[in-house]
């Protein structure tokens, strides 16, 4: 990691956008085989959560493939980075006040802990 970055933070706190959206940031994974039904679920929720009027967004392994995480593969060393840039990422929206719900094959007890 490099060392001479410093992180910014801003004047409104998790706090502070927690209470505007009414609401905590949290972060739900859903993580199975392939094709087992994740993003299936995190489609309903999604769907129930925005009727209840909570601010939430699917992050999915595949839709994440396309973009951030286009530049890996399938081996064990570009999975666990999927998954450790996805978790950055959760930690980002979820300090939002998001509710994020990931969808993800992950299978390294390492990287689920």
């Keep these: 990691m490099a060392t001479n970055i410093t992180w910014h933070g801003g004047n409104v706190t998790r706090a502070d956008r927690e209470g505007l ?50 530049d890996l593969g399938f081996g064990p060393g570009d999975r666990q980075e999927n998954i450790r840039r996805i978790g950055e990422v959760c930690n980002l929206f979820t300090d939002a006040g998001l509710i994020v719900l990931a969808a993800f094959v992950s299978p390294y007890k390492a990287d689920r802990d």
């Design 21 to 70: 959206l009414d609401q905590l940031g949290v972060t739900i994974w859903f993580t199975g085989l392939s094709a087992s039904g994740k993003s299936t679920l995190c489609c309903a929720l999604e769907q129930k959560l925005f009727g209840c009027k909570k601010a939430n967004y699917i992050l999915d392994g595949d839709n994440i493939r396309h973009g951030l995480c286009s």
